[in-house]
């Protein structure tokens, strides 16, 4: 089967902002103005009587860029006098003056004061309390022109593109930024794997099901292929141009993929397909397992042809046979906990199994592939023939050391 369509558009594609509904909300014993409440799975915290239980509201998730209001032109200037101002207090009433003046021309008022983090919404402890991601009210939408009285607004809808949110990517290392051909291929999925916290939803189905659990590995995504006969090398969002000096073409070569690929290929009357993975090493993620070179730890392979991932036990007798290495594989038969956020007592104190750090820091997470299953379901992914999801760790603190 060929395809002209760009799977990345028919996948179940990230909603990073989306009007949902508030279904809990949970007092903080010590902290009297503030409160928690449940939207999905995640658990975010609020100003005390902000929502209720059953209020629509918009949340934007973990990752999500919000814009900056202030016209481009002024941007920099914002920037120079919001630094000097924590440097030299004493100039305080002048700067303070400016930076009034040009916030007078915010269009986006509801996102300034996200300008400190550079406009990114991350995990946040507030009074000692996980808070993930933000909620506003719908009003916020007015801000871009949508009358809230004709709109349409119901749980679910996506709201990313209306409010003009980006997904935060972190940038690669330079030696990773290799020349692109051009974009990830049309054929091929790019890996992001749905959290757990967006599946609540559906997770009595989810334990339905046994896993195999990996631990996710903290490096920089990579894909490497076969298509028409051609070999390719692609980052996470981009086709690379072979390059002596580009890591991801280097470990092409030190690992000798591109005949291993081919070779399994004419073993198994294998067409095309892919193999991703994360490359770990020096000057990836700041080297926190602290290897020497580079290698790339895969946890799977897309058929292009038929356009759905190979059934796990399949892509594991794949990484064996052409001798690369998966993600560190933990449980093989996993059975779900009944009480979803038990998943969360599990990963906020799994300790890495992998590099040269084993057990001295929290895992950024854990992988979970279903086993077995009908080709025909569709739960966080359609019609790519992979049930999976990821449970990441809300403690995680990047390559940081326990005591």
């Not at 100039?91 to 303070?96: A, F, G, T, V, W």
């Amino acid at each position: 089967m060929t395809t002209t369509i760009d799977v990345n558009k028919t996948a179940n594609i990230r909603k990073l902002a989306t009007i949902t509904t508030v279904l809990d909300s949970k007092p903080i014993e010590w902290a009297e103005q503030i409160e928690t409440i449940q939207i999905r799975g995640w658990k975010v915290v609020t100003k005390k009587n902000e929502f209720k239980i059953g209020d629509l509201c918009i949340y934007l998730e973990i990752g999500s860029l919000c814009p900056d209001g202030i016209p481009f032109e002024f941007q920099e200037e914002m920037k120079t006098l919001t630094k000097r101002l924590s440097k030299h207090p004493s100039e305080k009433n002048i700067l303070s003056k400016k930076i009034e003046e040009i916030g007078k021309l915010n269009t986006r008022p509801e996102f300034e004061f996200l300008r400190e983090s550079k406009f990114l919404i991350k995990i946040k402890k507030i009074r000692g309390i996980i808070s993930q991601g933000i909620v506003f009210p719908l009003s916020i939408l007015e801000n871009v022109g949508i009358d809230l009285n004709s709109f349409d607004l119901y749980d679910g809808l996506d709201v990313t593109d209306i409010l003009g949110i980006t997904q935060y990517v972190e940038p690669e290392s330079a030696n990773l930024d290799g020349d692109s051909k051009g974009k990830f291929p049309f054929n091929q999925l790019i890996s992001d794997e749905e959290r757990i916290e967006n599946l609540n939803d559906v997770y009595p189905k989810l334990r339905t099901y046994k896993y195999v659990v990996s631990e996710k590995i903290e490096g920089s995504s990579v894909t490497y292929f076969l298509n028409n006969g051609e070999f390719g090398v692609c980052s996470r969002n981009q086709n690379l141009r072979d390059s002596s000096s580009n890591t991801f073409w280097k470990v092409a070569r030190k690992l000798n993929i591109e005949e291993k690929m081919k070779s399994f290929a004419k073993k198994n009357n294998l067409n095309d397909f892919n193999i991703q993975g994360e490359l770990v090493g020096e000057g990836v993620q700041g080297n926190i397992y602290d290897l020497k070179g580079h290698t790339v730890m895969f946890y799977a392979s897309f058929d292009i042809n038929n356009q759905r991932y190979f059934e796990y036990d399949l892509f594991l007798n794949m990484i064996s046979d052409m001798e690369l290495e998966t993600c560190p594989i933990i449980y093989n038969d996993f059975e779900l906990p009944e009480n979803f956020d038990d998943l969360f007592d599990l990963v906020d104190n799994f300790k890495t199994t992998f590099g040269n750090k084993v057990g001295k820091f929290i895992s950024e997470g854990l992988v979970f592939v279903a086993k077995n299953i009908n080709s025909e379901i569709t739960i966080t992914r359609s019609d790519f023939g992979r049930l999976s999801f990821k449970v990441k760790s809300r403690t995680y603190e990047k390559g940081k050391l326990l005591n």
